[in-house]
């Protein structure tokens, strides 16, 4: 299931299989469609053109639209969307953050307004197993909790102690689902999630009790939400020493390519992050020089890509002027092309990563990168 090949200080490089595509290789970038498709007019025939290897979508929205039961009947989420690799769904737990309006937590469960129609939806560790099931896709995250920063320590330690006994909770339903005889993907694996808000005493404690279930991976949850990123490395440097080696380890909605350079450095093998896409929607595009702005006015005339450095598909074919000039006409095609752009450089940093690793040369990486590509050209 998963292998560590190689490691350079906490850095590691390895191999991870499922039940649907080839073998992964870690560190991996995991492509968000939240809902079945990446926004932005990109589709998964696209994600193999940029070189992703996970897509990753959401429980929760799904589960309204267009309903697990719909997907389940249409085959499964694989089916659904036409890809045939790994898929990771999120449980539906971060949405206890984002939707803090609408919804109210007790302890067999989170109880919500949908945010479309206000209608009463009720979600708890065994809901969510079971609509992670009906979609069948290979790795459900358990249901959790994920505080929002600034909480208090009370508040945060009550909240751990709940999501560790969801946890528990989603152990057991998931491997009674996975035992039925009519479920989509009896491979499904399980990841349980550590959080704590930023408090090292809570995420310590929390992980060493969550990896005494033995899941098939663990995830550091509830980090970029907020915290300055030197917190966030505080907290996984107090977190990396207590996850199973054997486990993959997964930081969730991280990040920035520097955020991702840097959690690597620190034994963190997944990553899933909206910024890409929603960056890209919004004319920002990351490149190995720094990032551009294309709404600029210097690229009013500029013929030349992205960058030249670049072999995505929209660099290989299309202007900065192009590009820039589809943005202010308002052109779907504009959000279509940036991030169609962005997907493949995310991809291509974890492959350079995976690269330098296997050289032996993470260390001249990231100290020639991790600062670089937060600057702007």
């Known amino acids: 299931m998963f292998e560590v090949i190689k490691t350079q200080g906490r ?23 939240t809902q079945a498709a990446i926004k932005g007019g990109v589709s998964a025939h696209d994600l193999r053109e940029v070189g ?8 929760y929205h799904l589960h309204l639209r267009p309903g697990d039961h719909v997907v389940r009947q249409m085959g499964g989420l694989h ?15 971060f949405q206890v953050f984002s939707l803090a309006s609408l919804r109210k937590i007790k302890e067999d469960g989170v109880y919500f307004a949908s945010h479309i129609d206000g209608h009463k939806i009720f979600m708890g ?26 909480a208090t320590y009370e508040y945060a330690k009550a909240s751990c102690e709940r999501t560790l006994r969801w946890l528990e909770r989603c152990k057991v ?12 993907n009896p491979g499904q694996m399980l990841f349980g999630i550590n959080q704590g808000a930023t408090f090292s005493d809570l995420r310590i404690w929390h992980m060493r009790e969550i990896a005494k279930l033995n899941c098939d991976g663990y995830a550091i949850g509830g980090l970029a939400v907020g915290e300055p990123a030197d917190v966030m490395y505080q907290i996984i ?21 520097t955020n991702i350079i840097e959690a690597v450095a620190r034994g963190v093998d997944f ?23 294309i709404l600029n006015q210097k690229y009013e005339t500029d ?74 050209v």
């Not at 992703?52 to 429980?59: A, D, G, K, R, Y």
């Not at 089916?79 to 737990?93: E, H, Y």
């Open 52 to 59: 992703c290897q996970i897509e990753l979508s959401n429980t």
């Open 303 to 376: 013929s030349s890509p992205i960058s030249e450095s670049c072999n995505c598909p929209v660099c290989r074919s299309f202007s900065k002027a192009y590009l820039r000039h589809l943005f202010k006409a308002d052109e779907v095609l504009a959000l279509r092309l940036a991030v169609l752009h962005n997907l493949f450089f995310y991809n291509e940093l974890m492959s350079e990563i995976r690269g330098a690793l296997d050289e032996g040369t993470f260390d001249s990486f990231r100290a020639r990168y991790s600062e670089k590509l937060e600057q702007r």
């Open 125 to 150: 560790p065994e809901e969510s197993m079971q609509i992670q099931s009906n979609l069948g896709s290979d790795i459900a995250m358990a249901f959790d909790e994920c505080v929002e920063n600034p």
């Open 271 to 293: 990553f899933d992050c909206v910024m890409p896409s929603r960056n890209g929607r919004h004319g920002k595009l990351f490149t190995w020089e720094g990032t551009v702005n």
């Open 173 to 184: 339903e998931h491997d009674r689902l996975n035992r039925l005889s009519d479920t989509i």
């Open 79 to 93: 089916r659904f969307m036409d890809w045939d690799g790994p898929i990771l769904t999120d449980s539906g737990g």
């Open 237 to 257: 440097d107090a977190v990396e020493p207590e996850m199973p080696k054997e486990k993959p380890r997964y930081l969730m909605g991280v990040g920035t390519p």
């Open 11 to 33: 850095a590691r490089r390895g191999r991870f299989s499922c039940a649907h595509g080839g073998e992964v290789q870690t560190p991996v970038f995991m492509n968000v469609g």
